[in-house]
Structure formats: structure tokens, C-alpha cells
């Protein structure tokens, strides 16, 4: 039972920390832009010019377009990869302190503070090479609740970025288009695939999807490592039933004298096996609960995470889904009752008389 | 899209099932040929005792494959949001046509497994096991179903393709529709309800009747209304019990009940239409061994109880389905 409930655990541990973690990013998403436009170039996502958002902007439907400005920027001194931001209307507002209000300010994310041992008033120096760095006062550090959007985050004037990153003029990262009505979004996207092919327009649900399946198959893919446990445990399960006690047996023995029937014993088999499924089940529930939302899930979370040197401190959230309870259900206690039937059967048919005479 | 977790669960409980019925056709093909219920030979008291396992063993075998059948819907109604288009699991079930047969298969094995237990039942309730030969042959006419449909499971869900774009239940369950599906959401409303409600006071009269009188007739003519009504209950749900629920006379979709925005109303209804559908039909086939002596008793008794049985469940369809009907504002003629 020990076994049983360790199997579940682990089992139920995967399936929550993958439904935590996907519930985490489509939390995310909600607030992320309905449509983001990229240009690109060989195959590659490329700079976009500004002057794209003007045309875009006439395409009935479309109620604003704006420019972004970021990259990425792998620091040297700390072997980390941050994100550069220029600040935009819709900014978050998770922050201790202010947002950057003008050139030579900027606002870091928790992981950024901690790994350069920055705090606000002090100075964050970026370098790519002699002619591209920039000093920025740090004016604002985003609160720890938000880490899994900001950790990484650096978020600066618009032409702090743009001279640090030596972007040529007049051109972006990429495009946010807002559209007034959601369900438009694909004809708004088909539109403007059509009046500029160098374009990839990305809509949200796109994401979504995306990650939908991304974190499904990485759930999916775990659990497929633990077939071979699976298994072992149904053969476990198979030889624990069929190594009856003489204990057990003279019990079975004594309750056939007493005129029970096979199929009373029988029976009788299958809820002892219910019991101690759903003993083990709920048991096994419980510890999964406590591995992944107390303990952060500290067994499998560099499985299923991914890694970098600045990577998010995560906690999940607590958050049951029926369904994944279920699907455990079906993963574990099926393929334990059905290794028991013919021990269990073995059991039922003996003949009294030989069992209690040996 | 087979890494899917629901998808995995699904597959090892139709690979589960699927060496199962293998192992109970193997050990059926075995009675089928010895049984000899005069012999008092050790192969016979050794296929007596298999008989036991053979019935252990469906007995499960049906119990996972109706949870298997939850698990099924349960799972085409979560995977939707990876389709483009697909807004409950019509989406999912058109993405991958070969869902639908699943879906048929999956229902044509409950009543018949269920028909099986049954018989399995009565057989168990006499001395002399008047039924064995007759319910092994059953099983190996159900074994075939049970393949296919693991075989049709995993095909389904291998063929499964996150680009492709589906339709959803809004436009396969539209007035408009030219598919089956399309017809029966077109079905006018107020006559639909007078045939649904007329088809649910008949089957709940014959069967109170069945319990009365003796004749075999009236039994049959219970089964054979019995089995009328479940496709008049699955149309009444498509043309208006479904468009009472979504308060939207033009939405006829059998499976967004399903959805937690309905809290899952879906689930009551089909189960309870299931079962009260299934157990009239049990009274029949058992009627029909109502003849054999030793099986005159247990089959009037089981009779007895499965016709009550049937009458709750069918006055819980029919309760369900009326609760929006009677209680909210909807109206829609």
C-alpha cells in the first residue's frame, strides 16, 4: 500500500505541477497584446519599419498600433540573459518605486536586483562593447509576486534602448495591434499577412495553443517515462495477491465452510481491493498535493521547468482540476484491480477442505 | 497528440480491456467446447470454476469501459482548445472523424456488455447454469466490438493533428446543416416535446404495467418502446432539451452540457437516459428465459426490480430535461 500510494504520488505530482504551470502561463496570457505583428527576413524574425503601423492602422476594425522596442542582452558578469524593454503605455505596475520616467532611468525585475546586487538609486551599467553601453539609475524594482513575467525584465527609455541596442532608425522589434473586436482578430491578421508578405502576424490563441500543447506533451511525455514503474507495480501488485498468507488462505477456507459462495468471496475480493485503492489513492493525492504546492515540487520542476541562470522563482498555484484527478484514477487503480482479478480468483475457488487441512 | 495525459489513460484502459476480453474468449472458446453440466469430471468442475473468472473478469471490463466512456467525452471536451474552430467536442470528434466510431462503438458495447452482465446475472441466480453456452457465444460476438474499438481509440487519437482546422457544434448542429446532425436540430420544438414526453409517459406505463401482468407480450412491447426512446431522447436533446440549457434557440449541441458552464448537467442526463433506456431492455431479453424452470423465479424477480429501476432513472431523464423548460425565463415560440 506504501508502494501504491508512492505511485500515485508521483504520478499526481506531474499532473499537477503541469496543470499549475500551464494555468500560470494562461494567467499570463490574458493580459498579453491579441495580436503582435513581426517582419521577417531569411526565415528569421527581423527589425519591422514604423511606417508598417500606419497602413495597419487603416485596416478597418484596428483601434491602435504600437511600436516595440526590446532584445535580449546576455551579461558577462553574471552569465545571465536579460530581457531590455522600452517602456510602453499598457507597463506593468507591480513595482517598488517608479517606472523609468526619462533617459538614464530604468525599472529591474526581482532577478536582475538580486544577481547584480542592485537596489533602488544605485546604478546598473550595461556594456555589449565600447561603443554600445549605457548607465541607467535604477528608479524602480518589480515586486517578487510578479517574477514570473518580470524577473529577467530591464525596462528603460525608449532611446536608452534604441542607441544601446544601435537600432537603425525608424525601425521596431515588432508591432502590437489592438483590435476593438476579439472575434476579428484572425481577419485582422489574414488582412495584414496579404498587404505585407514579409509580416507574421501572431494572435494570441496562437500562443495559447501553443503552449496548450507544449505543456501537454511535456506532461504526457513524463508520464510515458513512468509506464515501466507502471508496470512493475501491476506485476507487484500481481505477485503481493497471489502469495497469500496461510493466514489469508485458512480465512478464505473457513469462510467457504461456513457457506459462502465463490462469488461472495469474490466479492469480497473486490472491495478489499477497492479499499485499499482508494486508501492509497487519496493517501497518495495528499502527498502529491503537498510535494507541488508546499514544497514547489522540488523532485520533478527541472523536468518539466526548463533552465537558465535566471530563471523565476516559482511557486505554483494551488489548483485542483477533476479531470487530471481522474485521469490518475484511471492510470493507477484500473491497472491495479485488473492485476488482481485472477489472484484474486485463485483465491475464491479453493476448496475449503484443502485449505485448512494444510 | 497521443502524449496527451487523458489520451495515454484512455489507451492503457483500452489495451487493459483489450488483453482482458482476449484472455475471457480464450477460456469461453474452452467452455463452449467441454461443457458438459452432467459430467461430474475434474475438467468439468475445473470450467465450472473458470466461469467464475470469466464473469469476474467482464464484469470489470464493462465497469472501465463505461468509465472509459466518461473518460472519452470527458477528454474530447478538454482537448478542444488545441483545434482552431472547435469550441466543445464536436470540434475535437470532427478533427479526426474516425472519434465519431469511436463514440458509436463505445456506446454499442455498453448496452451490449451491459445485456451481457445481465444474462450473466440470471445465470449465476439458477442451480444449474441453464445459460452458460448461450451467454459464451454472446461474448465472443462482443469480444470483436471490444477490439475494434481500442483499435479505433488509439487510431483516433494517433491521427489527431493540432493544425487542422475544425468545425465546431455551431455549425454541425445548425438548422442549415445538411448532415443528420443538421435534421434533428431542425426538428420543430413543440412537436419534438409532445413526442418526447408522450414516449416517456408510454415506456414509464408499459413498464409499470410489465410489472402487473404476466404476458410475455407486454414485456417485449416495453423492450421494443424502450428502444424506440433513446434515439427520440438523443434528438429531443439536440432539437430543444440542449437549447432550454444554453437559453439560445439556435445552439443544439448534445455535448457543451457537458461543460462546467452547465455545472456538467450533461453527465446526469445521459446517464440516467443510458441506464433507463438499458433496463427495459434487460426485462426483455431476460423474458425470453423466463421458460427455462430454474431460471422462472430469479428471472420474475430481477424483472421485477429492473422495471422500478428503469422507471426512477427514466423520471430523472425526464426531470432534468424539463427543469429549464418549467423554471427558466427562456421561451422560445
Known amino acids: 500500500m506504501f508502494i501504491y500510494s508512492i505511485i500515485v504520488a508521483t504520478l499526481t505530482s506531474l499532473l499537477f505541477l503541469t496543470q499549475s504551470l500551464k494555468k500560470e502561463a494562461m494567467d499570463v496570457f490574458i493580459e498579453a497584446p491579441e495580436l503582435i505583428v513581426q517582419r521577417m527576413s531569411a526565415g528569421r524574425h527581423d527589425l519591422i519599419p514604423v511606417g508598417y503601423a500606419e497602413k495597419i492602422l487603416s485596416i478597418p476594425g484596428v483601434s491602435s498600433v504600437e511600436p516595440r522596442y526590446w532584445g535580449y542582452y546576455y551579461d558577462n558578469l553574471t552569465g545571465g540573459n536579460y530581457t531590455l524593454i522600452a517602456r ?3 507597463a506593468l505596475h507591480m513595482v517598488k518605486g517608479t517606472l523609468p520616467k526619462g533617459p538614464g532611468e530604468c525599472a529591474i525585475g526581482k532577478g536582475v536586483a538580486d544577481v547584480r546586487l542592485t537596489d533602488l538609486n544605485d546604478v546598473l551599467f550595461l556594456s555589449i562593447n565600447p561603443q554600445q553601453k549605457v548607465s541607467l539609475k535604477v528608479v524602480g524594482i518589480f515586486t517578487a509576486d510578479s517574477a514570473i513575467l518580470t524577473n529577467d525584465l530591464v525596462v528603460m527609455d525608449k532611446n536608452d534602448l534604441v542607441n ?5 532608425k525608424d525601425m521596431a522589434t515588432d508591432l502590437i495591434v489592438h483590435v476593438s473586436n476579439a472575434s476579428e482578430v484572425p481577419t485582422i491578421a489574414m488582412k495584414i499577412r496579404r498587404d505585407y508578405p514579409d509580416t507574421r502576424p501572431i494572435t494570441r490563441s496562437e500562443i495559447v495553443r501553443t503552449y496548450e500543447n507544449v505543456f501537454n506533451w511535456r506532461g504526457g511525455m513524463a ?13 507487484f501488485a500481481w505477485d503481493k495477491a497471489t502469495g497469500m498468507s496461510a493466514g489469508e488462505r485458512q480465512e478464505i477456507g473457513i469462510l467457504k465452510a461456513i457457506g459462502w459462495e465463490t462469488t461472495d468471496v469474490l466479492k469480497l475480493k473486490f472491495w478489499e481491493g477497492m479499499a485499499i485503492s482508494l486508501t492509497s489513492f487519496l493517501t497518495g493525492s495528499i502527498l502529491a498535493y503537498i510535494h507541488v504546492f508546499y514544497f514547489g515540487a522540488a523532485l520533478f520542476a527541472p523536468v518539466l521547468k526548463g533552465w537558465s541562470v535566471l530563471f523565476p522563482p516559482f511557486n505554483p498555484i494551488p489548483y485542483i482540476d477533476l479531470y487530471q484527478i481522474f485521469v490518475i484514477f484511471f492510470l493507477t487503480v484500473i491497472p491495479y484491480l485488473a492485476s488482481t482479478i485472477i489472484p484474486s480468483w485463485k483465491a475464491a475457488v479453493t476448496d475449503p477442505d484443502t485449505v485448512m487441512r494444510s | 497528440m497521443i502524449l496527451h495525459p487523458g489520451a495515454l489513460a484512455l489507451i492503457t484502459g483500452a489495451v487493459l480491456c483489450f488483453s482482458m476480453t482476449a484472455y475471457a474468449v480464450v477460456l469461453a472458446l474452452k467452455i463452449i467446447w467441454h461443457w458438459d453440466i452432467s459430467s461430474s469430471s475434474e475438467l468439468q468442475l475445473a470450467l465450472e470454476r473458470r466461469t467464475y473468472l470469466i464473469s469476474t473478469v467482464m464484469n470489470y471490463v464493462m465497469g472501465f469501459e463505461i468509465l472509459s466512456l466518461f473518460l472519452y467525452v470527458y477528454t474530447l ?13 464536436t470540434g475535437s470528434l470532427n478533427a479526426n472523424p474516425i472519434g465519431w466510431y469511436v463514440l458509436y462503438t463505445r456506446i454499442a458495447i455498453f448496452f451490449l456488455s451491459a445485456t451481457w452482465i445481465a444474462i450473466n446475472y440470471l445465470d449465476g441466480q439458477a442451480e444449474d447454469y441453464p445459460l452458460v453456452k448461450l451467454k459464451y457465444k454472446f461474448l465472443l460476438f462482443i469480444a470483436p466490438m471490444i477490439f475494434l474499438d481500442g483499435y479505433l481509440e488509439i487510431k483516433y487519437f494517433a491521427g489527431l493533428k493540432p493544425d487542422v482546422i475544425t468545425s465546431c457544434c455551431g455549425s454541425l448542429f445548425s438548422d442549415e446543416s445538411k448532415k443528420v446532425a443538421g435534421s434533428l436540430a431542425g426538428l420543430p420544438i413543440k412537436p419534438m416535446m409532445y413526442v418526447f414526453y408522450c414516449a416517456a409517459a408510454t415506456l414509464a406505463a408499459l ?4 410489472m402487473k401482468v404476466k404476458a410475455s407480450i407486454v414485456k417485449y412491447l416495453t423492450s421494443f418502446a424502450s428502444i424506440l426512446f433513446f434515439p427520440i431522447a438523443i434528438a429531443s436533446t439536440i432539437s430543444f432539451i440542449s437549447i432550454y440549457y444554453y437559453e439560445l434557440p439556435t445552439h443544439h449541441c448534445p455535448f457543451d452540457i457537458l461543460q462546467g458552464t452547465y455545472n456538467y448537467v450533461g453527465y446526469p442526463l445521459f446517464v440516467s437516459l443510458f441506464g433507463g433506456s438499458f433496463f427495459p431492455v434487460a426485462s426483455g431479453v431476460a423474458e425470453l428465459f423466463g421458460s427455462v424452470p430454474s431460471l422462472r423465479e430469479p428471472v420474475g424477480k430481477a424483472q421485477k426490480r429492473w422495471y422500478v429501476v428503469s422507471i426512477i432513472l427514466i423520471a430523472i431523464f425526464v426531470g432534468f430535461s424539463s427543469w429549464p423548460i418549467v423554471f427558466s425565463g427562456f421561451t422560445p415560440f
Open chain 1, 223 to 235: 508520464l510515458t517515462m513512468f509506464i515501466g514503474p507502471l508496470l512493475a507495480f501491476a506485476i
Open chain 1, 88 to 90: 510602453n503605455i499598457d
Open chain 1, 164 to 168: 544601446f541596442f544601435a537600432l537603425p
Open chain 2, 77 to 89: 471536451d478538454s482537448i478542444h482548445v488545441l483545434f482552431v474552430g472547435a469550441m466543445c467536442a
Open chain 2, 207 to 210: 413498464s409499470a404495467l410489465s
